[in-house]
């Protein structure tokens, strides 16, 4: 079982910056996928980026390609997303997602066996 906690979001205007923290409970966080997803109201929950448990490969996808980067700490059991060049359409819920990464495809929700409570991004034009 794991815990995924999110901090980090907040209000900012556009072109601005933000920094995603997701925290993971337990010892073996080394040893799954981390991904980030996000839901603006009234759309599907959609995959942003993710990272396998090595850190050596990184998804993301087109529409923040540049912008956004994804990185994890295994010592500190903690996934992280920074988001640069905010735009208007970035405002979301995001999301923090663990999986077994074990042949999964980390791009899509059903990779993913593990969810956090989400953290509210605003970026106002």
């Known amino acids: 079982q794991v815990q995924l906690v999110e901090s980090g979001g907040g209000l900012v205007q556009a072109g601005g910056s933000l920094r995603l923290s997701c925290a993971a409970s337990g010892r073996t966080f080394s040893t799954y996928a981390m991904g980030w997803f996000r839901q603006a109201p009234g759309k599907e929950r959609e995959f942003v980026a993710a990272?396998?448990?090595?850190?050596?490969?990184?998804y993301y996808t087109d529409s923040v390609k540049g912008r956004f980067t994804i990185s994890r700490d295994n010592a500190k059991n903690t996934v992280y997303l920074q988001m640069n060049s905010l735009k208007p359409e970035d405002t979301a819920v995001y999301y923090c997602a663990a999986g077994s990464d074990l042949g999964v495809v980390v791009t899509t929700r059903g990779g993913y066996d593990y969810w956090g409570q989400g953290t509210q991004v605003t970026v106002s034009s």
């Open positions: 990272i396998r448990r090595s850190g050596a490969n990184t």
